[in-house]
Structures are given as C-alpha cells and as structure tokens.
C-alpha cells in the first residue's frame, strides 16, 4: 500500500529533517510511528502526503510514484495533520461536502456516512455552526469524519488521538480496524505507547530523522517488555 | 518568559535603587505603577520588534525567504523615493509660484488624510487582532499595556509615513528659504504630533465599525459593509468640497495663498494651524496644535481600553447554535470540483472584513465613476479628474484601471495561510484551484462591471463600434489582472501569517497586484493621449490583442509554475 524508499528531506539551513528512511506498509497493516519531538515523524507523513516536497528516495502509494502522478496518489489517502486548521469560515456540513465533492462522492453515500460518523462523535447537532466555533476536539473530530467520508485506502494520521474524547478515540480505532480489514492501512504517529502497541500489528522508531528500528508489533516486544521499555532501550542504545 | 524574567529582574532592582536613593520603601502604589510601566515597555516591545516584519527577515535562516524580503523592500523603497520627488517636486513647485507658506499645511493635509483613510480599514483589524488574545489574557498584564503597545505601533508606522512625507519638503523649503532655528524646533515638535489626530478619527471609527459588527452573526460582512460606507462618505465629501472650488471668491483669488488655507482649513483645519505654526516659526502655537492632538489621541486611547475586552470576547465569541438536524442531510448534493471551489472562495473572501473592503472599493468606485458621468454629465468627470483631451476616448481605460486598483487574486493564494495543507493534500490540481480563484474574482466583478458598462452606455450613447471598445478594453483588462494577480500572489506567497493585515495591506503581491493593472490603464491613457484620435482604434485594438496574448501566457506560466506544488 505504501512504500517509502531511501526517503531524504533537509530543511534550508537546518539539521533537521530525515535521512534514508525505507519503510513499506501492506493492505491490513496498523502501522505505528514513533519518536520524539523533532525526530521527523511529521516531515516524513507530509512528505507522503505530498505536502513537502524530499530530496531523495522514492514514496510510491498502492505503486504509484507520489512525483510522478500525485493526484492519483492523492485520490487514495486522507491525511490529518497533529492541530488540524480547518477553514474557519465554513461550517462542519460545508467542510464535509466540500471534501465529498472532491472526492466525488455521491449525493446518497455522503449523506450515509456523514450521518453515521457524526453521530457517533457526537458532533451532528454542530454541523450547521462555522468552523471556528469548534474546539479543538471537534475540529479534530470533523477532521476524521472528513478522512472517513470517501473511504479512503490509506490513512496517514499525524497524532490522532490528541485532543480527543475517549469515547472518540475507541471509535476512531474501531475506524482504523475497519479500514484493515476492508483491504486499506493506517500510517500514524503517536506518542501514546500503550495505544501504538495494543492497536498497531507493526511499528517503525525513528530518532534524529533516522530508522533505527521497525518491524512486526510482535516480534518487537515478544520479550514481554512493554513498547515503553523497548523504545527507551532502542532510543538510548542509538544515542550512544 | 525571558520578558517576564527581565520584567521582574527591573521591578526589583528599580525596588532597591529606589530603597537605595531615599532610605526608605518604595509605597505599594509606586511599585504597581513601575510594574505597569514595564510591563508596557515589554509589550511595546513586542509589538515594535517585528515591525515590516524585519525580526523575521534577521532571523530567518531561509536564503529565498530573505532575497523576497530584500525585493519587497527594494520595491517599497521604489515607492517611497517616487513619493519623495512627486511631494519635493510639488514643494518646489508651491515655493516658486511665491506659496512657500503652505507647503508645510499642503504636506501635513496629505498625510493626515492618508493616514485616516487606510487607518479606518486596517484600525479594527490591528487593534483586536486575534493573534495571542488568549495568552495575553493570562499574563498579568493590564489591559491597557497591550491596546496601548498595538495603538504605539500604530503610531509608529504612520510617523513613519510622514517622515516620508514631510521629510524632502523640509529638506526642499530648507534648501531655498534657508529658515530660522525657530522652524527646525517647531517642524520636530509638529510632525511628532502629525499623526495623532487622524490616527484618532480612524481608531475611533475603526472601534466604532468593529463594535457594531462584532455583535452581528454575520461580522465580516458588516464591518465590510460599514467600513465603505465610510470610505465613500469621505470621498464624497472631499468631491463636495471640490465642487465648492466653483464658487471661488474673487477676493481671494488675489491671495492665492489665503485660498489654499480656506480650501485646506475645509478639509483638515489642524493641518493649517501646525502649518503656519511651523512656517512662521511660532512654538507657542505649535504647542497649542501638540497639545490638542495629544489630548485627543489620549481621549480615544482610553476609550479603545475600555472597550476592547468587550469588543474582543464577542469578535472571538462566535455564534455557534448547536441546531443541525439530522434531516437536513438529505438535502447534500454532489457538485462539481469547480463549484465547490469556487464557491469555497466566496465564503473565504466574505469572511473577512479587510480583505472585502480592499478589493471591493475598485469596482464600487468604478461605478461611481459611470454613475458621475451619467447624473452629471461629461464636464464632471473632465473637472474632477483634470483630464485634457477626448476623455470618450479615455473613459474605457479609465474604468479599467479603477476595476483593476485591487484584484482579489494577488492575495488569494496568501490568504490560504494555516490552510493550505488541505489543498495540498487532497488530489486537487493547482490548475483547478487557480481556476476556481480566477472565476470566483470574476463572478465578484460582473455585476459591478455590468451596472457601471450600463450607466456608461446610456451615459455616452456610443456608436457601435465605440460600445465595442467600451465593452471590451474592461473586460480584457479585468481578466488579465485577475491572471496576473494569480501570478504575482504564486511568486510572493505568504502563508504564514497571523493577522490578514500582513497579507492584504503590506505582503509585495498585494502591492504589485494593485499598482499592476492601475499602472497598465494609465500607461494605455497616455498612450491614447498622445497618439492622433485617427489611429484611436489600432490603439485600443492592439491593447485588446496584447492583453489578451499576455494573459494566455501568464495563464499558462501559472498552471506550469505550479506543478511543481501538486
């Protein structure tokens, strides 16, 4: 579903940014993507996004090269980023409509699936209300609704589960469950360990823009240490 | 946190060097007013650090980002300097026609009436920016610190702009009458003072159209909506007061000098006052003149104090009903890309107040243009715009150029902001989105184009041919600058912004894509000017013919400049 290959992206002027970084996810993967601040989880979802362009390495979505045809890439995936700015001068049904009409989305299935994942986040009553009315939840929660209303084969998610209500978060999961099991795949980061190693069947550890470990959720923490001590152990053995 | 460290480093040590110096403790009431102080210093601070946006050019270590920045000050500077030789040339010009008296209330006029004008559209939106309420809110920091540091850097900016004014007309008058002591220390003492009044007027009914809109559902549009009303109120007062040029008094006509005072102390009496203030050298009234504009700028400081956290809580309120129901989802349709675009512009564009009421005002005046000529005739328009010639033959360039003052598109691109992740990530063309951006500026201008071609057809009552070209160079001219403005914005984009001011009022697309298509009409005017009327038509064909070639290349450099964005 997606593979990235020999991923390369430097800021101007900074350190900062990925080096090398290879990784595939498979149809039916929940894969985690964890590191600390400033590792270079977010530059490298927003290089698969398509919203930065890298310098090196290959991104190829359901094998298309995101370079060479990003729109067919683009028709596969929904993105959310960590603090999801949504326009704030539409309101929540425009937002979603607006999103379903570039996704060509016809008039019966947006109805469908705008109905069912409002009401499940609860937020169908702030639906007619503008965009910068919303908190922080439920713009995240409109974000969501927007990614799942034209069903999507990939989800690349930046921190999903910040902000959101626990009832929220069982029902996103549910979500990204569902989408595996319908054939699609999950690419997400997080900093919620406990969450990455109940819910995710793969994981990728990143640190100063470098892969140092990745593989299956399983085999990583078979020893029956927790993802928590796996992670600090990798983090620190790669410092040293 | 660094400003509150330092803040409480200074409080304490003010505390001991006050201990120090009288032996005795500082009362609590001085200690407070020391802390305020300071605490408006750090705000003031804040405020000023980042003016024209030269902290970010210090410290930004993107080479791009700073060769932009260079150009648009390389650009800014431009300007500037066509203004010092247009008011030196006008000095030069009063001095030599034995006027030298009003130069200083001619200058001081200019400015104030610029000031007051562009500060009632951009006053509202620096004073109750949205950017670090909340925060601010949080700090221990009086109300009056924070409006007071955002009304100083108004100040500043509009002190600056009369520096640039009054600065080659001092240096011109000084350069030819060689005046006294007494007129260098009364010019430094008034020009400080310049921007005070109307700074005032315009942070008052900037309060005024904020206020009144901030109760509305529907703010931006009314605040649009105020905020022309306003300027056209002061547009059509200044025509009134032109028309009164008509009656001119014969006595007066032999001073011509006592003329211009009368005609200035109409518009903006304080501009006379300082004036003769600073040319006869009389500090006494120059302090009379500092004094009212300090007392009436105080006054309106303290008024926008007290109200800002009230105007504030219902701009940022929002009116959120909590009403959808369910039902209501039958009614989604599918619609198409474009449209949905397109009409995704419409709801951005109308919910902002100060980017309406900046690219409105072009084709609202450029009906008023049309509507001039058809209420009041031909003369009117040849009176009032000084127009020598066949002004028939001008008027299609004329209304052009006023349509064209400010295109929405120079700044559509910008205005995305914190948005633009959502274009970039869904599978959008940027070919779509320029389209959209390109239609919905369009769309904006059609009725104002139609009503003001009306007005003029019936107006004029050409012959076909002329109703052609009547018809046409607007047209032509409209769409390339909407292309153009599409060009400009993807050359100079600035999405990381905090406040729409920086975008729609000081970003360089927004000031090329307004002099752009303004200059291109005037340069046609003097083209049409000074070619024989027999070869009229080649002109106004050739215009039609190069913009429409120009605009299908812009058009295409566009869409292939920005494939490298999808």
């Not at chain 1, 360990?193 to 819910?199: C, G, P, R, S």
């Not at chain 2, 009056?144 to 520096?163: C, D, P, Q």
Request: aromatic share 10%; hydrophobic share 50%.
């Amino acid at each position: 579903m997606l593979t990235i290959e020999h991923l390369t992206k430097h800021y101007k002027g900074s350190s900062k940014g990925v080096t090398d970084l290879s990784l595939h996810i498979a149809p039916g993967d929940i894969y985690a993507f964890i590191g600390h601040n400033g590792a270079g989880k977010t530059t490298t979802l927003k290089c698969v996004a398509g919203i930065l362009e890298f310098d090196e390495g290959t991104i190829l979505i359901d094998g298309i090269d995101i370079r060479k045809d990003p729109l067919a890439c683009k028709r596969q995936f929904a993105y959310i980023p960590d603090n999801p700015d949504i326009y704030e001068y539409l309101t929540g049904i425009q937002y979603l409509e607006f999103i379903a009409d570039v996704f060509a989305v016809g008039a019966r299935e947006r109805q469908e699936r705008i109905k069912k994942y409002a009401d499940e986040f609860e937020i169908t009553a702030s639906l007619g209300d503008l965009v910068s009315t919303y908190s922080h939840g439920m713009k995240q929660k409109l974000a969501l609704i927007s990614a799942l209303v034209h069903r999507p084969k990939l989800l690349i998610l930046d921190e999903p589960f910040v902000g959101l209500d626990p009832k929220a978060a069982v029902i996103l999961k549910n979500a990204m469950r569902r989408i595996c099991e319908e054939g699609g795949a999950i690419f997400f980061s997080t900093h919620v360990l406990d969450v990455a190693e109940k819910l995710c069947n793969r994981v990728a550890i990143i640190k100063d823009g470098t892969l140092i470990a990745s593989g299956e959720m399983e085999e990583i923490v078979k020893s029956g240490q927790s993802l928590e001590d796996i992670f600090m152990e990798v983090v620190e053995d790669a410092g040293e | 946190m660094r400003e509150n460290d330092n803040t409480r480093k200074s409080g304490a040590m003010g505390q001991s060097g006050a201990m120090g110096q009288s032996g005795m403790m500082e009362q609590p009431g001085e200690m407070e007013k020391s802390k305020t102080m300071e605490q408006f210093r750090a705000m003031v601070r804040m405020e000023l650090c980042n003016i024209f946006g030269l902290n970010v050019f210090r410290h930004t270590r993107d080479s791009r980002a700073k060769k932009k920045s260079l150009g648009l000050l390389c650009l800014y500077v431009f300007l500037l300097a066509a203004m010092a030789f247009y008011v030196g040339g006008l000095s030069y010009g009063l001095i030599s026609l034995s006027m030298g008296e009003v130069v200083f209330a001619y200058l001081i006029a200019i400015c104030s009436v610029v000031i007051f004008v562009f500060g009632i559209l951009k006053a509202g939106n620096v004073l109750f920016r949205r950017e670090g309420y909340d925060m601010l809110c949080a700090l221990p920091v009086p109300t009056a610190a924070v409006v007071l540091a955002r009304v100083l850097r108004m100040y500043v900016e509009n002190l600056g702009l009369s520096l640039v004014v009054l600065l080659p007309g001092t240096i011109v008058y000084a350069w030819i009458v060689r005046p006294g002591a007494s007129f260098y220390l009364t010019l430094l003492l008034g020009t400080l003072s310049v921007p005070m009044i109307p700074m005032a007027g315009a942070v008052l009914i900037g309060v005024f159209v904020t206020g009144v809109s901030s109760r509305m559902r529907h703010k931006s549009l009314v605040a649009a909506g105020l905020s022309i009303l306003v300027v056209l109120g002061i547009l059509l007062l200044s025509s009134r007061l032109s028309a009164m040029e008509g009656n001119l008094n014969l006595e007066m006509l032999k001073n011509v000098s006592a003329f211009v005072f009368a005609m200035l102390e109409k518009l903006y009496a304080p501009a006379v006052w300082l004036g003769k203030a600073v040319i006869y050298g009389d500090f006494l009234r120059c302090l009379m003149c500092v004094g009212l504009s300090l007392a009436i700028f105080a006054a309106v400081a303290v008024g926008s104090c007290v109200c800002f956290h009230q105007i504030c809580r219902n701009l940022y309120g929002g009116f959120a009903r909590h009403d959808y129901k369910k039902e209501e989802l039958g009614g989604l349709k599918r619609k198409s890309v474009l449209v949905s675009l397109c009409g995704r512009e419409f709801r951005r564009y109308f919910a902002s107040s100060i980017y309406v009421t900046n690219t409105i005002i072009g084709p609202i005046m450029g009906c008023l243009l049309s509507g001039m000529l058809l209420f009041l005739g031909m003369d009117s328009l040849e009176a009032y715009f000084l127009i020598p010639g066949d002004v028939g033959l001008l008027v299609p360039f004329l209304l052009a150029g006023v349509f064209c003052m400010m295109t929405v598109t120079s700044t559509s691109i910008s205005m995305e902001g914190k948005n633009w992740w959502i274009a970039r990530s869904l599978p959008l063309s940027a070919k779509h989105i320029f389209d959209a951006k390109i239609l919905m500026n369009l769309l904006l201008m059609l009725p104002f184009y139609l009503l003001s071609e009306g007005m003029l057809v019936l107006a004029i009552r050409p012959g076909i041919l002329e109703a052609v070209w009547m018809f046409l160079i607007p047209a032509v001219m409209i769409v390339f600058s909407c292309v153009y403005g599409i060009t400009v914005n993807l050359h100079f984009p600035v999405l990381n912004w905090e406040s729409e001011v920086a975008v729609v009022k000081q970003s360089a697309s927004a000031v090329l894509g307004g002099i752009g298509g303004f200059v291109l009409a005037i340069l046609c005017m003097v083209a049409a000017l000074v070619i024989p009327e027999e070869y009229s038509n080649v002109l106004r064909g050739s215009v039609c013919v190069v913009l429409i070639l120009a605009t299908v290349v812009l058009y295409r450099g566009n869409n292939r400049h920005a494939m490298a964005w999808e």
